[in-house]
Structures are given as C-alpha cells and as structure tokens.
C-alpha cells in the first residue's frame, strides 16, 4: 500500500498537507510509515487496522475458515456466502479503525505528558487514498524519535518511567497493552529518556464516575504490567514518590 518516495495526502478540520514517505514500515497492514514534509520528520499511523491487534480474517484455504463457514452453515464454495463473509470482516475493520483512531486521538491529548512520556501529537485527520475510494482511513500523525531501542538496562530511567506509567490513570488513561516493544529509549548508546508508544486500544475516562474509573484502573493497572516486564529482565524496582495529578 505504501512505497518509499510515494507522496500522500491528509486532510485536518482545517487544511489538506502533502507529505512524502521515507520509510514505510511492516507489516503494511499495520499501516505505520515515516513522514517527512520539508524538514520535519514524523510517524504516522493511518488506522485501516488496529495496529496493535493482528485481527485478520483467515484466509479462504485455512481449516478455521472451513470450520466457521460449517459454523455458520456456509458453504465453502458458495461466492454469495463468502462475499457476505468479506463484507462483514470490512465492516468489522471499520469500526475497529474508527475505536482505534479515538482511543488513541484522546489518550494523546492528555498533553501534559507529551514530549517527554509519550509522543508529541502533531495533528489529526483522514488519510486521502491515491484511488477512489469509499473510506478515507483516520490517521494520526506524531513526533518521530529517531535512535530509539526497546528495553534497555538503565534503573534510572526505569524509575521514572514507572512514575509515569503509575500516573496515567490519574490523567484519565489506561494504556492497556503495555509490553516491551512499545517501550522505548533514546538516544540508543545513552539513553536519557524514555516513553511510551502504541495508545490504540487505551482506555480513556469520559463520563464513568469514580468508582468506575477506579475498578478500569485496577483492572488494567500498567505499572504492574511494566513492572513485570522488569521483572523478566531481572530488574525489580520500588516507586515511593507519586507524580502530582493535573
């Protein structure tokens, strides 16, 4: 879908901007490339599918794919039986697309961390294909930080982050998925700081009341999740301060 040097289109609330890629990262159906217009580099993120959740159909040879055509009393050579299968994975991509986009448009826009925890966001919209086409695929496009690694062996920056992990949910965000490929440091020889990547499938207060933030908070709770992840790697830490809520 995407090639190096190919130029794309998104629109915002307020404008259309043109940018040109530098590297299109797999696999394509995550849909993550790197940006680049004029000097600024970025990552964007074009939603067609969750880009944290594999969610793809089996394909037609596969057994399973039998076995659900059997379940659901299709015939596997039936084209009308399966064409009404492809049509309700499409819708099914669709709304997944549209609950990925928001989840992660309203966990960014808890700025207070931007820049330093989590990525800056630069700017929200809808990917505008080279053909036509009935859906224009959400995009959000964010700070790209160049020289990033995924675990590194720093206590000091593990501390931090783990205040920060711990503070999400008191800004209203759960992350949900932490794990050791969506936590990063840079510069990679010494690292100096470290954030998070990958809200997708985050967890963002909107009208629950206490009690019910409080239950989504422990049932997620991240710093656990990053906490065990350390604990994997040997590295066990105790996080004493508690970051201010904004």
Known sequence: MFSTG????LITSERTLTFTIDEPFMPFTKSVVLLRRGTLSCRMIPLTVGPSSPNEPPPPCHPTYEEDNQLYEDEPDDPQAQAQRSALWEAHFRRLSTECFESEKMAYEHRVLQGTAISRLLLTGAMIPPDERAIQP???VLEYVPDAVSLRDDADLYTTLAQVIDSFSTYSVCHT???RNNILFTPREHPNRAFAIEFGCAAVREDEDDGSWET???FWNDGRRFRR???EKGIAIEVKEELPVA
């Open 6 to 9: 190919q130029r794309i289109s």
């Open 138 to 140: 959400p995009a959000i």
């Open 177 to 179: 998925e932490i794990h």
């Open 216 to 218: 989504t908070r422990v």
């Open 229 to 231: 992840l350390l604990q």
